[in-house]
């Protein structure tokens, strides 16, 4: 920040501080989800890779769906391999959905390492056709978050 930004930082209101301060907390967050996450499609662009409706897309229980900041839906490409779901990604959002609430923890699982998986995160599993590994590390998950 230069020296003129930081004077009007410094001269600002305690409400004008704390917004900008707000402001500059949910930017981390965001970088910090992007990175972890990595980018996401949205509901056109799924339609058009699978050749579906955008009804379809927006009706399949088999996809990630996250809520963005801009209230607009985003599907994580990490779900999908090439014009295709990833196999497996059903059966995990399946068995997750029905312990968690929300698809961020979903999608927060599926791409942290996983001591279950020998430290590789459950995406990157699935990506090397290890689904039955990961669907058994996804119900002792949905079990341990369910208590």
């Known amino acids: 920040m230069n020296a003129s930004m930081q004077h009007m930082v410094r001269d600002a209101s305690p409400e004008t501080r704390y917004q ?5 907390r949910q930017d981390a967050d965001d970088r910090a989800w992007a990175e972890q996450l990595g980018p996401a499609y949205r509901q056109g662009d799924v339609a058009r890779l699978l ?3 955008r009804q379809a897309v927006s009706a399949d229980s088999g996809l990630l769906r996250l809520e963005m900041r801009d209230s607009e839906i985003g599907y994580p490409i990490f779900q999908f391999d090439g014009r ?12 997750l959905g029905q312990a968690v ?3 961020w923890t979903i999608a927060s699982w599926l791409t942290s390492p996983a001591l279950a998986l020998d430290g590789r995160a ?21 079990e341990a978050l369910s208590h």
């Open 101 to 103: 609430a929300s698809p």
């Open 51 to 53: 050749g579906k409706s």
């Open 84 to 95: 295709r779901k990833l196999p497996g990604i059903r059966e995990v959002i399946s068995i």
């Open 122 to 142: 459950p995406i990157q599993a699935l990506r090397d056709g290890q689904i039955e590994a990961v669907t058994t590390a996804a119900r002792q998950a949905a």
């Open 20 to 24: 900008i301060e707000r402001l500059l």
